[in-house]
């Protein structure tokens, strides 16, 4: 497998500095703190020696089969699946551009294969058609974490890339470019804008030392603004905080943008200590719930490993189950080896994985259609 592209090693060096805020977290604990079968879809690489059936048709005179043209299927499809339907995501090195990633994870799923992957994008790249057209080839809708900076390498703060040089419209003819080819590319996606800006570990959050109260929400209406001028309706737009669990001391109404520029709740939710969903989850949708009825996609999970990995994952599904305001959620496939800063992944542990599979395999999958009507 090629080694990851250079968005996809954002969320490994973004993971080690969020991790002293989970480190801090678990200090602060210490004191009271539908399944389907797997198939793999065949591909052509644009490569290498015609098939027989080609090289026999040729000698034939026969004509050559066309394939069929591809069927942009509507926003509204994704926007609002069928009610008790599920998504099942993951963000992982390499997925979506190399299909054996999510093959792999389907595979080490008991055969479920994820129906949504998420992917980092900082506000240095463009955007990339080939990785969502890649996304839709492997059935999985598309979830682009867009991140106003330019890597982690640059540090926390980035003042080039503070909430105000976007409000002002500095940033505008990147975020125009980039609009522009998502509107021209057409197919549906999900952008996760400055997430976990209740932190002050990236350069959008409020409390960062940088940028003033009020500021961000004034950011992403602007973003917002842009993507409306050009005529890009095919994104859904994901508002998604940190937990309120290791996140800074902010109120996350003051951060957010309001209901009419937001289509989806994320949230990054990570257990470290916790033994219930409930537990881990349940403070910061309360407190969303105080101004937003939103549905919810949980866009970063995933267990640290230990006693609770096994028991907390099967408990997740439960509670999954038993929230139809839950669209579903990514898990966060990173190793330590890979950058996580801990193995985060459900293959960590022979239990873990056990618990995962019996969880995803009771969940009723959304159906992603890869726009040849298969």
């Known amino acids: 497998m090629p080694g990851p592209d250079a968005d996809e090693n954002v969320p490994a060096q973004r993971s080690r500095v969020k991790l002293l805020g ?25 490569g290498g020696a015609p098939s027989a059936g080609k090289t026999e048709a040729a000698r034939s005179g026969s004509p050559t089969p066309t394939a069929r043209p591809l069927v942009i299927p509507p926003k509204a499809r994704f926007l609002a699946p069928p009610p008790g339907e599920k998504y099942f995501g993951v963000a992982s090195p390499g997925a979506p551009r190399v299909p054996s990633v999510l093959h792999g994870i389907g595979v080490d799923a008991g055969g479920v294969a994820p129906n949504l992957v998420e992917y980092f994008v900082n506000w240095t790249q463009e955007y990339d058609a080939q990785k ?31 909430l105000a040089t976007i409000i002002d419209g500095r940033h505008d003819t990147y975020v125009r470019t980039f609009a522009q080819a998502v509107k021209d590319h057409g197919w549906p996606l999900a952008l996760r804008l400055g997430h976990e800006m209740n932190g002050h570990w990236y350069p959008w959050a409020e409390p960062n030392g940088v940028n003033r109260p009020g500021q961000f929400a004034a950011a992403w209406k602007h973003v917002h603004a842009v993507f409306q001028d050009v005529g890009a309706d095919n994104v859904i737009w994901i508002w998604a905080p940190n937990t309120l669990r290791g996140a800074d001391p902010v109120s ?50 995933g267990a640290q490993p230990g006693p609770q990995k096994a028991p907390w994952t099967t408990d997740f599904f439960a509670w999954l189950r038993h929230r139809p305001d839950v669209l579903g959620f ?33 969940l009723n999958l959304v159906g992603i259609p890869d726009g040849t009507g298969g």
């Open 22 to 46: 989970l480190a801090a977290a678990v200090v602060g604990l210490g004191g009271g703190l539908g399944a389907f079968e797997l198939v793999a879809r065949g591909r052509d690489t644009g």
């Open 132 to 162: 969502v057209q890649s996304a839709y080839a492997q059935h999985a809708f598309p979830v682009i974490t867009w991140e106003p900076w330019a890597g982690a390498a640059l540090g926390t703060t980035q003042p080039a890339y503070s």
């Open 252 to 301: 996350l109404h003051s951060l957010y943008p309001g209901d009419a520029y937001v289509d989806w709740i994320g949230m990054s939710a990570y257990d470290v200590t916790e033994w219930t969903a409930d537990h881990l989850i349940g403070p910061t949708l309360t407190e969303i719930r105080t101004f937003t009825g939103l549905p919810l996609l949980i866009t970063e999970t």
């Open 330 to 362: 990514v898990w966060f496939e990173y190793t330590h080896a890979q950058g996580g800063g801990t193995d985060w992944n459900f293959t960590s542990s022979p239990r873990s994985r056990t618990a995962f599979r019996a969880g995803v395999r009771t």
